[in-house]
């Protein structure tokens, strides 16, 4: 029999890992039109699957507004939660796929005002990703239980989401007509990339000693393995975007050597972080493969398939397009493919479990009592 629950459960339990959604369906919708095929009915359903992002987006906003709401007390204790604090990293780059969209379908429906939307969006993105790019270090470091043994990729939601902005900041520039706003924006742009980019290659690199140490952590968190991708693909597609834009923003200002070495510099760049992200793609297939032996219990978790294939493919196209170079182009199809196979097979048993109710669960609750101060918000 189906446990249907009821909505103000869903509400008491909705928790912010939810947004993982928003993130893979929105990197899928502008993967899709990145697409080198003249082909309407791709952009067709490339588009058509931002709309659902977009209301994917606003029902998962008004679930966890309305838990802040009725349950408070309840809602606050994710701030010393070691794992669901990490995913508030998840709402701003949710945000970041249906900012990139309006430029990618809203500017063709809406012209200007899409682009307009797109920017006062991006500043609300920038500024939630800052936050909670200090905010969930800080409380790591002063209130949450933290050890090497229990680490995973999970650590870098939170530090990743200000490149994500990056990335969104160099598809705005292009529509930025004037040349010092242009400027300033790129400028952000590029201190957004090395407000995430180093910190999260530092989280990298303890997360490689963890898993020699300490090997493959639980099949619960099988699907962490791929966030690991998540910031170097974001990291290379930052160089690469940004790179394509410096040459015309320099220029403008009268600096072109600048923007000469800064579109080599995002070529380079974006090639030798592509091919670091390979290392770990492959390296995450053999592990995934031997999680699957073992059986590889369905959670949300599995959402981390999806966004950080998703951003390493965009990567892949870009590099592609920049370089011209035909055996990238070939991966990143085959990428693009794989990435819609995860999505598939997620959406539906992420369909599944929302329809049964068991997926609405607040580790913050459901480890250990809950103290009196919380249990007058359940009555």
Request: proline content about 4%; charged content about 10%.
């Amino acid at each position: 029999m189906v446990n249907v629950k009821s909505l103000r459960e869903i509400i008491q339990q909705f928790t912010p890992n939810w947004y993982t959604a928003t993130m893979g369906t929105g990197i899928l919708a502008l993967a899709l039109n990145q697409l080198p095929f003249n082909v309407p009915v791709l952009h067709q359903l490339a588009e058509g699957l931002w709309f659902f992002n977009i209301g994917l987006f606003v029902l998962f906003s008004v679930l966890y507004f309305a838990r802040w709401v009725l349950f408070q007390s309840q809602a606050r204790r994710i701030f010393s939660h070691s794992v669901m604090s990490m995913f508030f990293g998840a709402i701003p780059m949710g945000l970041a796929t249906i900012i990139n969209g309006f430029l990618a379908f809203g500017i063709p429906r809406w012209g200007d005002t899409a682009v307009s939307i797109a920017q006062i969006l991006w500043w609300v993105d920038m500024a939630m990703a800052i936050f909670i790019g200090v905010l969930i270090p800080f409380l790591m470091f002063t209130r949450q239980d933290h050890s090497m043994e229990k680490m995973t990729a999970v650590w870098l939601l939170p530090v990743v989401a200000a490149e994500v902005a990056a990335v969104s900041a160099g598809l705005l520039i292009p529509h930025i007509s004037n040349p010092h706003a242009a400027l300033e924006m790129i400028i952000i742009a590029y201190a957004l990339w090395a407000f995430s980019v180093p910190i999260a290659f530092s989280i990298l690199v303890i997360l490689i000693m963890r898993l020699m140490l300490h090997k493959l952590p639980h099949k619960d968190m099988a699907a962490s393995g791929f966030l690991a991708l998540g910031p170097i693909g974001t990291g290379a597609l930052g160089l690469l975007v940004l790179g394509a834009d410096a040459a015309h923003v320099f220029t403008a200002v009268n600096m072109p050597m600048i923007g000469d070495v800064a579109s080599g510099a995002g070529v380079i760049g974006g090639a030798i972080l592509w091919g670091y992200g390979m290392w770990w793609l492959l390296l995450t297939v053999l592990t995934t493969a031997r999680y699957i032996k073992q059986g590889m219990p369905f959670n949300l978790g599995w959402w981390g398939f999806t966004f950080p294939l998703g951003v390493y493919s965009l990567a892949t196209l870009a590099l592609a397009r920049q370089t011209h170079v035909d055996f990238i182009l070939s991966i990143g199809l085959g990428l693009v493919g794989c990435l819609a196979l995860f999505w598939s097979i997620v959406m539906v048993r992420t369909l599944q479990g929302a329809y049964r109710g068991t997926l609405f669960v607040s580790p913050c609750l459901t480890k250990g009592s809950i103290p009196e101060d919380f249990k007058s918000d359940m009555v």
